[in-house]
């Protein structure tokens, strides 16, 4: 826009220079991914009692592409960059004991996608899913037995969820408000990114392609994914007593397969180095954080590197790790995990009859998983998933009292009725095992038997801290072996109980409904789960509350 006549310079030193700001400008982005399915099914009748299903189900999906081919889609690990054949020619100068010359391989580049190669991931062509399953009902129930079962497998579709990195497609301009320390003005209100001094960047691309990103991070995906599939299998026995009653068993167990983990590959060397002692070992430490010189330092290369050619020295932990020209190499969608999940669902229902209602559900449960390491480099760890959750209690129920016109009392008083009648209760109780609580690498020298864990107390410790080693100077680092799990213990239990209660008033052909309704009725505290840090002041400690307090709701229905 153009300047003020005047007073310009004038507002500019009442408002004062920034000190920081930026600008950044993004390239637009397009995604595109195909998913078709095709499905058959049929049933069989094979007696009037029992029945068969069968059916298949075949997908075809295709990896995320971008439009315009703005993404990388994968990393070359032979690849010369640009500082490959001088860091080469630097470490023979001056190899370090700990790396033989011939092990020192500063390979690897980030690929960047093209008309030809435009997926950062591959996919099987197609996946099947098939499934059977029956139900019979024997004769001798006369419809009151039901037995069901069956086996599926199911695929997870990817959707477009796992496009390429974007590296490039995006730069951030930083302001430069002053100069010649704070001498001279660089940038202003009106001219914050001056065109001779500090222009606004535009995103480079492709432009560095192996380049990209040395000394920084850099994440790719396993470039030869599979589906993710689960198989399924089900038993389901229910038994209908009288008119009203109705009781279910079942069983449902799962297992899955092909489930995605992020490997951190800068620290895979580590696994053969860890130190199995549960104390930090100072010789261990000191080999790997002591300096040797950087065969990077000073080289020459068209492209940020990120402090990579900056220092003279680096540590022997640094010159170890695999691609040792980027700050870490993460590679993620790697199709070797698993899980299992196991189920026994009891239910019991009470259909509406003399005013009463009711389902009670009981579920045990475990869902256990082996979805990452707990060491690098090294086997997947198996345990609890996020969603094991072993029991599960629920209870709903409806009663309506009864008084007034149509029930047990006081039906032919209409004072009554109007009193009395119409009166309708219900209330949801539910509980839910805690959540698994996790843990970091520590040092613990007790059993996995004596916790006495009590999550709701927050009066003292909610476990016991006897073996933990609480000193900074005890806790183990990153080249300790990790024995300890990831998940031990459990955060406070779901005990929640929400009720209602309402009144119909019929005035002709208007019914009006009241009703007032709590959540969290009893108003119990759900804590969150203890802290689990040795080293910090309230470890095993619960400072935090999960959910809300008792909330009251009313409202009127009115039918006309």
Same mark, same amino acid.
């Given at each position: 826009?153009?300047?003020?006549?005047?007073?310009?310079?004038?507002?500019?030193?009442?408002?004062?220079?920034?000190?920081?700001g930026?600008?950044?400008?993004?390239?637009?982005?397009q995604?595109?991914?195909?998913?078709?399915?095709?499905?058959?099914?049929?049933?069989?009748?094979?007696?009037?009692?029992?029945?068969?299903?069968a &059916?298949?189900?075949?997908?075809?999906?295709?990896?995320?592409?971008?439009?315009?081919?703005?993404?990388?889609?994968?990393?070359?690990t032979?690849?010369v960059n640009g500082?490959?054949?001088?860091?080469?020619?630097?470490?023979?100068?001056?190899?370090n004991?700990?790396l033989?010359?011939?092990?020192?391989?500063?390979?690897?580049?980030?690929?960047?996608?093209?008309?030809?190669?435009?997926?950062?991931?591959?996919?099987?062509?197609?996946?099947?899913? %098939?499934?059977?399953?029956?139900?019979?009902?024997?004769?001798?129930?006369? &419809?009151?037995?039901?037995?069901?079962g069956?086996?599926?497998?199911?695929?997870?579709?990817l959707?477009?969820?796992?496009?390429?990195?974007?590296?490039?497609?995006?730069?951030?301009?930083?302001f430069?408000?002053?100069t010649?320390?704070?001498?001279?003005?660089?940038g202003?209100l009106?001219? %914050?990114?001056p065109?001779?001094?500090?222009?606004?960047?535009?995103?480079?691309?492709?432009?560095?392609?192996?380049?990209?990103?040395?000394?920084g991070?850099?994440?790719?995906?396993?470039p030869?994914?599979k589906y993710?599939?689960?198989?399924?299998?089900?038993l389901d026995?229910?038994?209908?007593?009288?008119?009203?009653?109705?009781?279910?068993?079942?069983? +449902?167990?799962?297992?899955?397969?092909?489930?995605?983990?992020?490997?951190?590959?800068?620290?895979?060397?580590?696994? %053969?180095?860890?130190?199995?002692?549960?104390?930090?070992? %100072?010789?261990?430490?000191?080999?790997?954080?002591?300096?040797t010189p950087?065969?990077?330092?000073?080289?020459?290369?068209?492209?940020?590197?990120n402090?990579l050619?900056?220092?003279?020295?680096?540590?022997?932990?640094?010159?170890l790790?695999?691609?040792?020209?980027?700050?870490s190499?993460?590679?993620?969608?790697?199709?070797?995990?698993?899980?299992?999940? *196991?189920?026994?669902l009891l239910?019991?229902?009470?259909?509406?009859?003399?005013?009463?209602q009711?389902?009670?559900?009981?579920?045990?449960?475990?869902?256990?998983?082996?979805?990452?390491?707990l060491?690098?480099?090294?086997?997947?760890?198996?345990?609890?998933?996020?969603?094991?959750f072993?029991?599960?209690a629920?209870? +709903?129920?409806?009663?309506?009292?009864p008084?007034?016109?149509g029930r047990?009392?006081?039906?032919?008083?209409?004072?009554?009725?109007?009193?009395v009648?119409?009166w309708?209760?219900? &209330?949801?109780?539910q509980?839910?095992?805690?959540?698994a609580?996790?843990?970091?690498?520590? *040092?613990?020298?007790?059993?996995f038997? &004596?916790?006495?864990?009590?999550?709701?107390?927050?009066?003292?410790?909610?476990?016991?801290?006897?073996?933990?080693?609480?000193?900074?100077?005890?806790?183990?680092?990153?080249?300790?072996?990790?024995?300890?799990?990831k998940?031990?213990?459990?955060s406070?239990p779901?005990?929640?109980?929400?009720?209602?209660?309402?009144?119909n008033?019929?005035?002709?052909?208007?019914?009006?409904?009241?009703?007032?309704?709590?959540?969290?009725?009893?108003?119990?505290?759900q804590f969150?789960?203890? *802290?689990?840090?040795?080293?910090?002041?309230?470890?095993?400690?619960?400072?935090?509350?999960?959910?809300?307090?008792?909330q009251l709701?009313?409202g009127?229905?009115?039918?006309?």
């Amino acid at each position: 826009a153009p300047g003020q006549p005047f007073g310009g310079s004038l507002a500019e030193f009442a408002l004062g220079i920034p000190g920081a700001g930026g600008y950044t400008v993004n390239k637009k982005y397009q995604y595109n991914s195909w998913y078709f399915a095709w499905f058959a099914q049929d049933n069989w009748k094979v007696t009037p009692n029992f029945t068969l299903s069968a &059916g298949v189900r075949v997908i075809h999906e295709t990896p995320v592409v971008e439009s315009h081919n703005h993404q990388t889609v994968g990393f070359n690990t032979t690849a010369v960059n640009g500082v490959t054949q001088q860091a080469i020619a630097n470490y023979q100068a001056n190899p370090n004991p700990a790396l033989s010359v011939a092990d020192f391989k500063p390979y690897g580049g980030l690929v960047y996608a093209t008309p030809s190669h435009r997926g950062a991931y591959n996919l099987p062509w197609g996946f099947a899913s %098939p499934r059977i399953g029956f139900a019979y009902s024997p004769g001798f129930s006369h &419809g009151t037995l039901a037995i069901r079962g069956g086996f599926a497998i199911y695929v997870n579709p990817l959707a477009n969820y796992y496009a390429g990195q974007q590296y490039g497609y995006s730069q951030s301009t930083s302001f430069i408000g002053t100069t010649n320390n704070q001498l001279n003005i660089a940038g202003t209100l009106s001219d %914050p990114f001056p065109t001779g001094t500090n222009p606004i960047q535009q995103p480079v691309g492709d432009k560095y392609g192996y380049n990209t990103n040395l000394g920084g991070k850099v994440v790719f995906w396993d470039p030869n994914i599979k589906y993710n599939y689960s198989e399924k299998y089900t038993l389901d026995i229910q038994k209908q007593f009288g008119r009203n009653w109705l009781v279910e068993l079942s069983y +449902m167990g799962a297992h899955q397969v092909h489930l995605f983990f992020t490997e951190n590959l800068s620290d895979s060397y580590l696994y %053969p180095y860890l130190s199995h002692s549960k104390t930090p070992d %100072p010789a261990l430490t000191s080999f790997f954080s002591a300096s040797t010189p950087n065969p990077f330092y000073g080289v020459q290369v068209a492209a940020p590197t990120n402090g990579l050619t900056a220092s003279k020295d680096i540590s022997v932990g640094s010159l170890l790790k695999p691609f040792p020209e980027f700050g870490s190499v993460y590679e993620g969608l790697i199709p070797e995990g698993s899980a299992n999940f *196991n189920g026994f669902l009891l239910k019991v229902q009470k259909q509406l009859s003399n005013g009463l209602q009711f389902i009670f559900n009981y579920e045990y449960s475990r869902s256990l998983g082996a979805t990452g390491q707990l060491n690098p480099g090294g086997p997947l760890w198996y345990g609890e998933t996020s969603s094991d959750f072993p029991s599960h209690a629920s209870l +709903m129920a409806i009663y309506q009292l009864p008084f007034g016109r149509g029930r047990e009392l006081l039906s032919h008083s209409k004072l009554a009725d109007e009193l009395v009648g119409g009166w309708q209760i219900s &209330g949801i109780y539910q509980y839910l095992s805690g959540t698994a609580d996790g843990w970091g690498n520590v *040092n613990y020298s007790g059993n996995f038997s &004596g916790f006495n864990s009590h999550p709701h107390d927050t009066h003292g410790p909610s476990f016991n801290t006897a073996g933990f080693a609480t000193a900074s100077s005890l806790q183990p680092n990153g080249y300790n072996f990790r024995t300890f799990p990831k998940s031990l213990l459990r955060s406070d239990p779901t005990k929640n109980f929400d009720f209602s209660i309402q009144k119909n008033f019929v005035l002709g052909r208007v019914v009006i409904t009241p009703r007032i309704d709590a959540f969290n009725a009893f108003n119990r505290p759900q804590f969150k789960g203890p *802290n689990t840090n040795p080293k910090s002041s309230s470890f095993a400690y619960v400072t935090s509350q999960l959910n809300q307090g008792r909330q009251l709701q009313g409202g009127i229905h009115i039918v006309f």
